[in-house]
């Protein structure tokens, strides 16, 4: 038995190696051809590392060309301009790791099915010269877990498979060689138990690391492995029931479905393989998410760029048109061979398919290309079908994914996209966009979501904003992670109106409802809102539209949350006018002429802001319209042909004109839409909707962090149910720097436990602080382990005075390092003081709804003279950096001092600023950030609210809040 196919089922296939796919194997082999006269596979000696300059345009953020052959050289595809510096090859290393693993999958293909001796050399001095260098690279400085020639494990699991895989074909016709050990001992077996060690849930990478250690426990002949990857609490079974969702489609969303479903392929066919049984519903799922992706392709046959999608991709690639070949080998679909007809249409163009740089399963997409048999995978020669039964397209219909929550309604042939994204909220790579309102007209993006850029660049937040897209936002704040509930659908085949209609919680206390009514040539856009006080309330339409009926725009500033993800901070420029009724407005979007009549029945007013447009594309403008109230309804009428020349609006509904003959007359009847044509003495009504059952949920998922582990000393556990723990009161002023570290007294742990720790009134000038010991159990790890790290400590101390609350941290460190003030990350996305020994403080307040603030604190300490030692040093200042500040100012001071033995950092509140009236509850986190000086990044956390079992990557300076542990301030 192989890891993939069985030797006989590789012996059967030769015949169709050498037969109808002859064409796909001759063309896999001149793809080889530069690589198999070059000799001897070159090897790079430097980890792969992810920059925020490396791989992209710094001029248009445009990917740069990935070539093979050529690692200090980079062209921008956009502007032809070469790049060469040392971050563009740090960048190339990935991708070339990746197409090398992947030409030894090609290679030792060939091999097992035509006997291509050349091919066989290549794929075994590929695998060698990884076996020897392999264990010199550092598994140090990841970004998203450890890895030793990447900086993401995930991307080694990618190339790991690839180098699985290859070994496995190779041996398919000899047996075991001494080779096969090698490889075995010095990647396979090591690579996988570092995979191993770093579990990503229901991420979408977790599915590449459930495939290389299926792979891996096959060819190692571990069952163990193979179970922990089919039906461990994270592997193929899990992801079956949480994360393919019902109607086939990934959680997170389009991009990441092909990303993961590429993955999961994986992982089914290695389970097949060697007899693992899959639940029948598991099953029906993948065979259903083969052809999710085509059910919602955009007119120019592009997926939505929903979530952290890539901007306006084709279905047009070879990729996709192998995924189609694979599912149909499971099985007939007619939406399969639809879509591979509209894959392998003939076509004038031409282009190269982009197969020959693939890397691997990391894919970097390319414009659509004509597409034959002979552009696939390696994958379809061990598995297509040996013919096609004749391919036949259909126009596409509407289609309601129940599962994503997301309703397509079709018009004009499909040229009319119009959808309601309402429902799963996508995880880690959502956005907060329930209630997201496309519009598409054939090539013409009207109302359209515009994904994601760079993730290591600032736009990135811009993307993740609610402002970003075509959704509502309360109080400036982007909304609230949550999942919205269909309330109606009613879409018939050969009918002119449709509607979809859903509801959404977007903020606390906010509630809304979007109604859109879709007909030939117009579309009804429906928003009801309902809050618990008087709210702002937003609704951006992302379309550079014009005012038809008079007013005049003024420069204002355009008010709203100050949040990384708010997105507000990105607005270049805005205008401010008054609202009145029905006002119209008209725009030019490619070759269609766009008119829009808007009407908000509380006072509003409207905005048109300049803000980021499509990843790699220049700024655009875009409409906002602004109200505030309790409670209201925006409607407005979208037309693109031209037909509707008025409309008008009144309390009870819409009357919408089509020229002097017919009229279209929406009332809203209770749930129910109704829809009366009157046409010179006809008259016809439609009613649409009515009250839907109602829906089931979607499974719940874990999320990505994990819950924090109970600890030595005292660790609450920050929850709701922890009771609060009152601060000790000193009665004067507070101690100079340095005392209140030398009188810190353990807290008891039965503490925690008691209502409240008993403060006197007679409480001392020095009152001893709370004290918490922090070590391995509030050790939050990257890949070196609490001890590895030389088991770092920490101390903090809280403490009450009759104006301030104190905060004081006391670290262990033989070699302090304080990163020095940097404008820009030169590494990522993050703040970064986090690669810096430092604290991160997060306090809160219960009094308000809302009130919320962090800090990141780095130690700027002056130089000590030599004849001084560190205990004497004078203090340090402290940069301070506010991250969060949701309520009213909270002003913090903070001072430093090193220590013969690490560092002391002390912080104060104002606790009338904290709490109103200077007592009260409050909550409060802590994080000590540690680094060595051999490292670019942290190495880990000390984190007061526990962080056993966690990871440092992808938290930046974020912290739950719910996790804080909760305090009180007593008169």
């Known amino acids: ?122 794929a075994t001095d590929i695998l060698a010269a990884y076996a020897a260098r392999y264990a010199q690279y550092p598994n140090r400085d990841n970004v998203l877990g450890p890895t030793r020639p990447f900086f993401s494990t995930y ?8 180098l699985t895989v290859a070994l ?74 949480r994360g393919l969702l019902a109607d086939g489609t990934w959680y ?29 519903e598991g099953r029906r799922r993948f065979r259903e998410a083969f052809a999710t992706p085509f059910a919602t392709a955009l007119p120019d046959f592009t997926f939505p760029s929903r979530r952290d999608s890539q901007y306006r991709v084709s279905l047009r690639q070879w990729r996709m048109a192998e995924s189609c070949e694979l599912g149909l080998a499971r099985g007939d679909d007619p ?68 599962g994503q929550g997301l309703a397509v ?114 579309v009804i856009d429906e928003l009801r809102w309902t809050a618990d006080r008087v709210i702002t309330f937003d609704v951006p339409y992302h379309v550079d539209a014009e005012m038809a009926n008079g007013g005049r725009w003024g420069s204002a500033v355009l008010a709203g949350g100050r949040g990384l993800e708010d997105g507000f901070d990105f607005i270049a420029g805005s205008e401010h006018l008054t609202g009145t009724p029905g006002r119209l407005f008209h725009a030019q979007v490619g070759d269609v002429r766009v008119r829009a009549w808007v009407d908000c029945d509380t006072p509003h007013e409207w905005w048109r802001c300049v803000a980021p447009g499509p990843p790699g594309d220049r700024r655009r403008r875009f409409l906002l319209l602004r109200s505030r109230a309790r409670s209201g309804t925006a409607r407005s009428v979208w037309s693109w042909k031209g037909t509707v020349s008025a409309c008008a609006f009144d309390p009870g509904g819409i009357s919408i004109s089509r020229g002097a003959w017919e009229r279209h007359d929406h009332r809203r009847d209770g749930d129910a839409w109704q829809v009366t044509r009157v046409r010179r003495s006809e008259q016809t009504v439609r009613r649409l909707g ?89 050790y939050r790890r990257s890949e070196a382990t609490w001890e590895d790290a030389g088991a770092p400590v920490a101390t903090v101390g809280l403490l009450a005075t009759p104006t301030h609350v104190v905060v004081e941290v006391a670290v262990r460190a033989d070699t302090p390092t304080f990163a020095p003030a940097l404008g820009d990350n030169p590494l990522d996305n993050e703040h970064p003081d986090i690669n810096s020994d430092g604290v991160q403080l997060y306090v809160g307040a219960a ?74 509850d409050f909550t409060l986190d802590l994080i000590v950030n540690e680094i060595s000086p051999d490292r670019a990044r942290r190495r880990g956390q000390l984190v007061l609210s526990g962080g056993r079992d966690e990871w440092i990557y992808l938290r930046g300076d974020r912290q739950d809040a719910a996790r804080a542990l909760p305090f009180c301030l007593p008169e």
């Open 335 to 402: 939406r399969l061979i639809s879509a591979l007809a509209a894959l392998y249409r003939p076509d004038d163009g031409a282009g190269a398919s982009g197969r020959a740089t693939s890397t691997a399963e990391a894919e970097r997409n390319t414009p659509p290309v004509p597409l034959t048999r002979s552009s696939l995978g390696w994958k379809s020669l061990l598995f297509a079908r040996e013919s096609l039964p004749p391919l036949g397209g259909r126009v596409p219909a509407s289609v309601h994914l129940a």
């Open 690 to 778: 009515g009250a839907l059952p109602a829906c089931e949920g979607t499974t719940p998922r874990a999320t990505a962090e994990s819950s924090p582990s109970a600890g030595a000393d005292l660790e609450p556990g920050a929850n709701a149910a922890t009771p609060s723990l009152a601060l000790p009161v000193a009665a004067g002023i507070v101690p100079p720097l340095g005392e209140v570290a030398g009188s810190l007294t353990t807290l008891p742990a039965t503490a925690v436990s008691a209502a409240a720790v008993e403060v006197t009134a007679d409480a001392p000038e020095h009152a001893a602080p709370l004290r918490f010991p922090l070590g391995r159990a509030h």
């Open 847 to 920: 009094q308000g709804a809302g009130r919320y603030y962090s800090w990141i604190l780095v130690p700027e300490p002056a130089p000590v003279p030599a004849h001084e030692p560190a205990s004497e040093a004078a203090p340090a200042r402290v940069r301070v950096t506010a991250r969060a500040a949701f309520g009213p100012p909270l002003p913090l001071e903070a001072s430093a001092r090193l220590t013969p033995d690490g560092w002391v950092l002390r912080a104060a509140m104002p606790r009338a600023a904290l709490v109103s009236g200077g007592a009260g």
């Open 155 to 162: 991307l080694e699991s990618i190339w790991l498979l690839q």
């Open 1 to 122: 038995m192989t890891v993939l196919l069985s030797a006989q089922a590789i012996v059967e296939r030769r015949s169709i190696a050498c037969g109808t796919l002859a064409p796909l194997a001759a063309s896999l082999r001149a793809d080889l051809a530069p690589l198999l006269a070059a000799g001897a596979p070159w090897i790079p000696p430097e980890k792969a590392q992810l920059s925020r300059v490396g791989g992209r345009c710094p001029a248009h953020g445009t990917q740069l060309e990935f070539d093979p052959w050529s690692p200090r050289a980079h062209r921008c595809p956009d502007c032809g301009t070469v790049f060469q510096e040392e971050e563009h090859y740090r960048w190339w290393i990935m991708n070339y790791q990746l197409w090398l693993a992947e030409r030894a999958v090609h290679a030792a293909t060939l091999s097992a099915l035509t006997d291509d001796a050349a091919c066989a050399r290549l």
């Open 168 to 241: 496995d074909l190779l041996e398919a016709g000899d047996g075991p060689g001494a080779l096969g050990a090698e490889v075995r001992e010095r990647i396979i077996r090591p690579s996988a138990a570092l995979i191993a060690s770093y579990d990503e849930g229901l991420s979408n990478r977790q599915v590449y690391n459930n495939a290389a250690l299926a792979a891996a426990g096959a060819l190692l002949d571990e069952p163990s492995l193979l179970a922990r990857a089919v039906a461990g609490p994270s592997g193929l079974e899990a992801h079956f029931a």
């Open 409 to 522: 309604l079709r018009r004009d042939e499909a040229r009319t996209f119009v959808a309601l994204d309402y429902g799963e909220s996508g995880g880690g790579h959502g956005h907060p966009d329930r209630l997201n309102f496309w519009l598409v007209v054939g090539e013409s993006r009207i109302l359209e979501d515009v994904g994601t850029g760079s993730y290591v660049d600032p736009t990135l937040h811009w993307y993740r904003s609610t402002l970003a897209h075509n959704a509502p936002l309360a109080d400036g704040r982007s909304q609230w992670r949550a999942t919205g509930v269909l309330t109606g659908y009613d879409e018939r085949a050969g009918e002119k109106a449709g509607l979809v209609s859903a509801r959404a919680s977007i903020a606390p206390g906010v509630t809304v409802e979007r109604t859109l009514v879709v007909m030939d040539d117009y």
């Open 252 to 280: 997170e969303g389009e991009n990441y479905h092909l990303f993961a479903h590429r993955g999961l392929w994986y992982g089914v066919t290695i389970a097949e393989a060697h007899g693992h049984v899959l639940s029948s």
